[in-house]
């Protein structure tokens, strides 16, 4: 081989060019020691395809080709003896272990001969079409994904996000700018790391706000983004909208929450046998499970035609507001809710079959959260199950009503009448007040009966009946023991105030006289009167038996007036008077 002289530093570059492309058979002669040493595969064709030469990497080929194993070969042969400057081209053939590519580098020599050289390409083709694979992978799963992908740099801004955008931007909307400028609260620095975080995190979630202003959820996972040299470029990731999973689960968790509340609420009710004290307790339970300040319970009475409070009355002033609720409620359809003075109040309606039979009034600080709508649910139901227990307890007050009241006059009746007179009496042994047992018993009430009939009879009791209701004090009871058999108990009575009552009473049970079996007869009461005195030991019988047998001297004795017993352990008569 010959040197070639340097070249002119006085020659243009097209004429170094043109020195570098000429050449001479010198420059290619080539030793043929060194091609059989030669790392890279050698093969030496004739035009025919039979290898002529194969240095040690190419025997194996070389041998193939010879067996007729690579009849691609001939092909490239004869490209090659017709192509100026040869041929190269990648070819795939089958060989025991599966296939394997090679890229032919084919040269025509001299003498209508052809060297190959063969540089298997499999690893590199296999990887570099594995990558195209993976990367077309990535782009459908990103594409058919509800995820997005996205990566920013080393300053925290945005470099990519998913051709198709998301939270209704477009990616060139996102892209340069910084993830603060879309957190739903731009000082959640928290939030924004997750986007430059040089450490791999997994689905934190982190609140984003769309392109129409709503709430978005997502859940991102990123993993750092390192040079070759090691040094943190930026981050990149996924980020997925949960919004909706969130809802739901939230749905979930206020229901259950809910549930919770409901039950603990509905249990207190049932453990309770007094349907008054159920309202109570149910008042007491919406108090605590809903936090409010006071839940104040209204019912209906339905002689008054009106709602009266049942529960939750404890305090006067938050009354007067449950009161101008109610009023305010009584113009709406079902629901008030309003700021009325320091307190926020939703006030509901109450029913039973349709039948409007209370409310509920929820009063909240002024500074608590506006009610959720979990909340306002227990709320809803906690109306609805009060309805059906103001329904038990209005029927249990009739019951109660009926079982103790006199079904004519509406007067206790004898077992209502002792059962409180019981608790009067001992309280009197406690303060040492006095007070007076008075029986009044009509006078010829039988000839009523016998001569003008049992309406005529009935008519005569309930006179006598509103009578005695009103010459009596709220404190005293008035009682209806049976037929024409009264009792009264006049409550802090001395012996000059149970003799003045009983002169009033003579005076205006005249009225009576117009109800008369006949004038012979007429219809008259007679009354027994008891004192107790301050500090008396005399028992509840003691006392009873005195005025009823007071009152049976007094009939015997004449009838038409009342008499005063004398006193406990006492042998004098009864004092008798017209």
């Known amino acids: 081989m010959t040197s070639r002289p340097p070249a002119n530093t006085k020659h243009h570059a097209s004429d170094a060019i043109e020195d570098l492309t000429a050449y001479d058979a010198e420059v290619f002669?080539?030793?043929?020691?060194?091609?059989?040493?030669?790392e890279a595969p050698v093969i030496v064709m004739d035009a025919h395809g039979v290898p002529l030469?194969?240095?040690k990497n190419a025997v194996g080929f070389a041998n193939g080709i010879r067996d007729g194993l690579f009849p691609e070969i001939y092909q490239l042969i004869r490209r090659t003896l017709t192509t100026p400057g040869g041929v190269v081209e990648m070819m795939t053939f089958e060989v025991q272990r599966g296939t394997a590519t090679l890229e032919l580098t084919a040269l025509p020599t001299t003498n209508n001969q052809v060297m190959i050289l063969p540089r298997d390409v499999s690893m590199d083709r296999n990887l570099r079409e594995a990558l195209i694979d993976l990367r077309q992978r990535y782009r459908d799963i990103v594409e058919v994904s509800s995820a997005f992908a996205w990566e920013t740099d080393d300053t925290g801004k945005f470099v990519f996000v998913s051709p198709r955008g998301a939270l209704g931007y477009r990616a060139d909307d996102i892209v340069g700018r910084a993830p603060g400028n879309f957190l739903l609260d731009s000082a959640d620095q928290d939030s924004e790391y997750v986007f430059r975080s040089q450490k791999a995190v997994r689905d934190v979630p982190v609140w984003f706000r769309r392109s129409n202003g709503r709430d978005a959820c997502l859940s991102v996972s990123s993993t750092p983004v390192y040079s070759r040299d090691g040094k943190w470029t930026g981050t990149r990731g996924l980020a997925h909208d949960i919004t909706e999973q969130r809802r739901r689960e939230s749905e979930v968790a206020t229901a259950r929450n809910r549930d919770r509340l409901m039950t603990y609420i509905v249990r207190t009710m049932r453990d309770e046998i007094d349907p008054l004290l159920v309202l109570k307790g149910a008042s007491e339970a919406s108090t605590r499970a809903l936090a409010c300040s006071h839940c104040i319970i209204f019912k209906r009475n339905d002689e008054m035609d009106e709602l009266e409070i049942a529960a939750g009355d404890d305090e006067k002033s938050a009354n007067e507001i449950a009161h101008q609720a109610l009023k305010q409620l009584r113009n709406t359809e079902e629901v008030f809710d309003a700021q009325i003075g320091e307190f926020r109040i939703v006030a509901l309606r109450c029913h039973y079959h349709q039948r409007n039979n209370g409310a509920v009034i929820f009063m909240f600080d002024a500074h608590h959260p506006e009610p959720t709508e979990g909340e306002r649910a227990i709320m809803i139901e906690v109306s609805d199950q009060v309805g059906i227990a103001i329904e038990q307890a209005i029927q249990h007050e009739r019951i109660l009503t009926l079982s103790r009241t006199d079904g004519m006059t509406?007067?206790?009746n004898r077992r209502a009448f002792f059962e409180e007179l019981k608790r009067r009496h001992s309280r009197l042994q406690r303060e040492h007040a006095p007070a007076s047992l008075m029986y009044v018993d009509m006078d010829n009430f039988k000839?009523?009966?016998?001569?003008?009939?049992?309406?005529?009879g009935d008519e005569a009791i309930l006179a006598l009946t509103t009578v005695l209701q009103e010459n009596v004090r709220p404190a005293d009871l008035v009682a209806r023991l049976g037929g024409d058999e009264f009792v009264l108990w006049l409550e802090g009575a001395d012996v000059d105030a149970a003799s003045s009552r009983a002169k009033t009473l003579m005076k205006e049970s005249a009225i009576l006289t117009k109800y008369s079996?006949?004038?012979?007869?007429?219809?008259?009461?007679?009354?027994g009167i008891a004192v107790h005195e301050p500090g008396s030991d005399e028992n509840l019988n003691q006392l009873v038996q005195r005025a009823d047998q007071t009152m049976y001297q007094v009939k015997k004795g004449g009838k038409g007036r009342f008499g005063i017993a004398a006193a406990p352990g006492s042998e004098d008569p009864a004092k008798i008077e017209n």
């Open 29 to 38: 002669k080539l030793d043929p020691q060194v091609m059989a040493e030669a």
């Open 517 to 527: 079996g006949d004038d012979a007869h007429p219809l008259g009461i007679s009354v």
């Open 447 to 456: 000839m009523v009966n016998d001569i003008h009939g049992h309406q005529v």
């Open 410 to 412: 509406g007067l206790l």
């Open 53 to 55: 030469f194969a240095n």
